[in-house]
């Protein structure tokens, strides 16, 4: 048998297209956030949500995700606060997940609503 390859897997997972109905239980539901370009502060909160393009796909983050250190691909950051989504589009840069916050450092923001 020949190790498994990931690169050739014939499993292919489509994007997240809409928001799963998932809910973490507890007394805080939110996670703390900030979105950071090396210019300035582009955005500190708390969200419900984020959903950000990674290298090799999509990755979703809730509160209490387990800690994580990614890179980030060119494409959507979506962040889902109590208010309304926030989307901007970035190029690139780095993710760095703890359970009660996360840190986007990104090159370049191409846009955003």
Not at 36 to 63: H, M
Not at 67 to 81: N, S
Request: glycine fraction near 10%; charged fraction near 25%.
């Amino acid at each position: 048998q020949s190790p498994l390859n990931l690169h050739q897997s014939p499993l292919i997972f489509p994007p997240f297209t809409e928001q799963l109905p998932i809910t973490v239980k507890g007394k805080n539901n939110m996670i703390d956030f900030k979105l950071i370009t090396p210019e300035k502060l582009v955005l500190e909160g708390k969200a419900e949500s984020i959903i950000c393009p990674g290298s090799l796909g999509e990755l979703g983050f809730l509160p209490s995700h387990a800690p994580l250190l990614t890179t980030l691909g060119k494409g959507k950051l979506r962040i889902k606060q109590e208010k309304a989504p926030q989307d901007f589009e970035i190029e690139g840069g780095f993710c760095e997940v703890l359970p009660d916050k996360i840190t986007i450092l990104t090159d370049k923001i191409i846009g955003g609503k």
